[in-house]
């Protein structure tokens, strides 16, 4: 199980980033991505996730209206478009895989495997 996040960067307040979560080694197709990000002496949070099988999303509040997660099953990626930036959206983020898409399971990082090195995002004020 691979699972390699990118599209990160450095971005002024209110400004855009789209990042990219790219899966290889199952079947893309049974199981759910979520996005978790770890902020600078902050705990892991998870962020926003989506199901391959019916397309169900969820989303942490924080980021309710501004993010957008989508998947392109033919290319084995999620996408996470992230509009509206805030400097409290700077952070390390990370996909992973999980079986349920909602907002408890982005609650439960540890019901997540296949963790891949994360990318970074720093939205400046």
């Known amino acids: 199980v691979q699972l390699q996040a990118s599209g990160g960067g450095l971005v002024q307040a209110g400004g855009s980033l789209r990042l990219s979560c790219a899966a290889s080694?199952?079947?893309?197709?049974?199981?759910?991505i979520g996005w978790f990000r770890r902020a600078p002496g902050k705990e892991r949070e998870g962020v926003s996730c989506?199901?391959?099988?019916?397309?169900?999303?969820s989303y942490t509040d924080s980021v309710k209206g501004r993010f957008t997660i989508s998947s392109d099953n033919a290319k084995n990626t999620v996408y996470l478009q992230m509009n509206s930036l805030k400097p409290e959206d700077t952070g390390v983020y990370y996909c992973?895989?999980?079986?349920?898409?909602?907002?408890?399971?982005?609650?439960?990082?540890?019901?997540?495997?296949?963790w891949g090195q994360g990318t970074l995002v720093t939205v400046s004020s």
């Open positions: 080694g199952f079947i893309f197709d049974d199981y759910v």
């Open positions: 992973a895989r999980t079986t349920r898409c909602d907002p408890e399971r982005l609650q439960r990082g540890y019901l997540f495997d296949g």
């Open positions: 989506i199901s391959n099988r019916d397309d169900t999303t």
